[in-house]
């Protein structure tokens, strides 16, 4: 059984990775367990020393659109020929994208592109996990969105990553009817708490503010507390892909994208659950200073899933952001109050 | 004002051509009303003699991405810099894009977004209007779709060239967020009578079961009669391309699509009126001949359009499927009853 991960050495990738390697094997769309032979982790940089130093682990590094143009025998450094599947986590974040459209096309729709082709030109039908996001859906004061998502609302994207993920959405659809691939798409919701450090998107502060009190640092709140979030521990998010990946196409379902379940909550919430499990002291080192592009973008999103699809796969959202804080400070050794 | 139509030598932009030369002016998108000085045709073939005659018809002759690709001054030989509005009618056809996934992509999703980035490159926020289509709407037995289409169910394309517009209006959606183009997403329906000669979408026959009977030449029907289709005469499909160029942003609303109004009826039914309006000798000429393939493919789409939006633009479906015959009956000086 041979898994190809891009975007294989960043926060998902590693964890997933990890997740899969100690599992072992894989019941691949609902087939009999196999033992997973190699793991092809693809990225722009390399995995951490223990995914890297695993006989199992093949590490492609580089940029992944040049990775997926065939050599003159068609094949791709990217997905060699005896894939089995590939979960597609790579992508240009959502701040990225609004600040660069041309390059939000090229990581996000070009590279998703050129990746299908390549699966199709394996002629296997491998199994193809991508991830999608809940910013396909967004509203504004003349596009309204229902609050709470159903798994067949109208996606109508208000960011341009949102609008290619959307549209990756529909490819995938289309190369699964096709039997090129067999696509699950599955939508992730906002991941927090990641750890590590701050990155391009603009939910990037939904970890942060938990983080960085938690290391002692100040953090930024850049949405008012009031403002409604969709939220997912890695934890959760790992077990939806992971899920993906073992579901049978009858107990997968349609080719539309499935949402995963999401705790909903607020900014000030967060914040007063970390004031619940770390201290007021802790708390107290967040700022709320309002930026009224990210609220806007972060504003947007919807506050909550009813995540019908992903139920009857078993999935379930964590208990409360509480419980989020309190594993990420048992991960991280954090000092917890 | 100049204008550019993608498609214009084909029927439908023909059909648009006329109609804006007769008409002399365009209150583009809700402005005061300014003479057409220049339409120009992009299309593989050359338009009609009338057209290409007009002198203020400028024909641009050979295949859309070619014409798009940039020279070293950023102009684009299909996007002349004074252009102020471009309606974009050229496509591969359903039948095409099922038979060739990669001939699909190219021409419809590629050759749009090649497009919309000339028209993003004039710096200037062009009108642009995209001609999708119902086909973004399709159910099959493991998913379902609602009879009558609202304005915001869910798209869930069952072929390739319903995928690639409904990606098509995504990026029309998001060039329109940022600024580059005034996008209007039009869902055309099944435009049916169609006068010339079959071409290759899949819905082919819904213009020639009627067509070809009243040219005195047998037709085969490859669906079912009770197969449901929702149809718009080429006068009311104009009508809805006209108001789409016309409407102001505040009268066009969001930048989801629209769908235009549809005649819901069924093959039987389309024949039945043949028989009352040119005779039962007529409607005899129609040999049903199921097609596995083709039902499938029209079985998948909608039977009929709830379209609100439309009817606030004042756009309203034909009255029925006799007074559609009886007006290509008229328009063709076929022999009537």
Redesign the interface.
Same mark, same amino acid.
Request: charged share 25%; proline share 12%.
């Given at each position: 059984m041979h898994i190809v991960v891009t975007g294989g050495a960043g926060f998902l990738g590693v964890r997933l990775a990890r997740t899969l390697l100690a599992q072992g094997s894989v019941a691949l769309a609902g087939a009999a367990p196999r033992p997973i032979t190699r793991l092809t982790l693809v990225d722009r940089a390399a995995p951490p020393a223990d995914l890297a130093g695993d006989a199992r682990v093949t590490t492609v590094i580089g940029d992944l659109n040049a990775l997926l143009q065939p050599d003159a025998q068609g094949a791709t450094p990217a997905v060699p020929p005896d894939t089995n599947a590939v979960v597609h986590l790579a992508a240009a974040v959502s701040g990225e994208c609004e600040a660069d459209?041309d390059l939000g096309?090229r990581s996000n729709l070009d590279a998703t592109?050129a990746l299908l082709q390549a699966c199709r030109a394996l002629g296997t039908q491998p199994v193809f996990v991508f991830s999608s996001s809940l910013a396909v859906f967004g509203h504004t004061a003349?596009?309204p969105m229902p609050p709470i998502i159903e798994d067949?609302?109208?996606?109508? &994207?208000?960011n341009?990553y949102g609008?290619q993920k959307?549209?990756c959405e529909?490819?995938v659809?289309?190369c699964t009817?096709?039997g090129f691939v067999r696509g699950r798409n599955v939508r992730l919701m906002t991941v927090s708490v990641r750890p590590g450090r701050p990155n391009g998107a603009a939910s990037s502060f939904l970890s942060g503010i938990v983080r960085e009190p938690l290391a002692g640092e100040r953090a930024v709140c850049p949405v008012p507390p009031e403002t409604p979030v969709a939220l997912s521990s890695p934890t959760r998010t790992i077990e939806g892909l992971v899920r993906a990946l073992q579901a049978s196409d009858a107990e997968w379902? &349609?080719?539309?994208a499935l949402n995963l379940p999401a705790v909903s909550t607020t900014a000030g919430e967060m914040v007063a659950a970390l004031a619940r499990v770390a201290g007021p002291e802790v708390a107290a080192l967040v700022d709320w200073v309002p930026d009224a592009h990210i609220t806007r973008l972060i504003g947007s999103w919807p506050a909550g899933m009813n995540a019908q699809r992903a139920a009857r796969l078993g999935l379930r959202a964590d208990t409360s952001f509480d419980d989020i804080v309190r594993a990420y400070v048992r991960e991280t050794a954090a000092p917890a109050r």
């Open positions: 459209f096309l592109r003349e596009q067949d609302t109208l996606p109508t &994207p208000q341009s609008i959307f549209m529909q490819l659809a289309d009817r096709k379902g &349609p080719r539309t």
